[in-house]
């Protein structure tokens, strides 16, 4: 159980606070990465505690699930993300936190993970295939809530709201992104069958 002080807006004007213990949750992470707001005040704890580039990632393999998804995404700042097209972006993820051998900004994902992304990023990018990224999300994810927040969000207080989620064992946005990359690739899927079916070639018969 990690201890967490958090307060609502009254508590706040009142200079008081509340202490509650509750289990971080993954899931809960990564709801809040989702969210520009709590995104920051997650990273303006990380970034005092030497974390800060977990919670950057994270809201920004987030920002291009969204964008993927065809959903609307506030998150590209937060992760240090300029403007710019799909493939832009995820090149400057890739570049920022993943290829270099090290780094204040590179994140540590496995060996594993590392070695697969650097050898397919060139397919990864050409297809903005962002669910390749779902693997290195999901072992940020685990250090910045066991050896991140698990270990310093007791010396801060944060809003109620991001209390709330953190303690959350489901992702309602997440689900979502999935649920609508998983329709494109099924249409993308049938859209391919029919355009071979279309182009190919009548069968020929003969009379007997």
Known sequence: MTTVHYQNKMQK???????VNIALQKSGLIEACYDAELGAELLAIGKKHFFGENIAFTCGVNHLLLKKAGMASKLAKLAGLDDG??????????????????????????????????????????????RELLTAR????????????????????????????LKSNESPTDKEVIKRLDAQA???????????????APAVTTAN
Not at 105 to 129: E, F
């Open 138 to 165: 999901a072992e940020i994810v685990q250090i910045a809530t066991s050896s991140g927040l698990n270990e310093h969000i007791d010396s801060h207080v944060v809003s109620k709201r991001l209390y709330k989620t």
């Open 85 to 130: 097209n799909m493939p832009a972006q995820m090149e400057q993820l890739f570049a920022t936190y993943v290829q270099p051998t090290w780094g204040d900004n590179v994140v540590n994902v496995s060996h594993n993970t590392k070695t697969y992304l650097k050898g397919t990023w060139t397919t990864i990018k050409a297809r903005q295939a962002v």
């Open 186 to 200: 099924l249409e993308l899927l049938q859209q391919l069958d029919n355009s071979t079916t279309r182009t190919r």
């Open 13 to 19: 004007k009142l200079g008081m606070k509340s202490t």
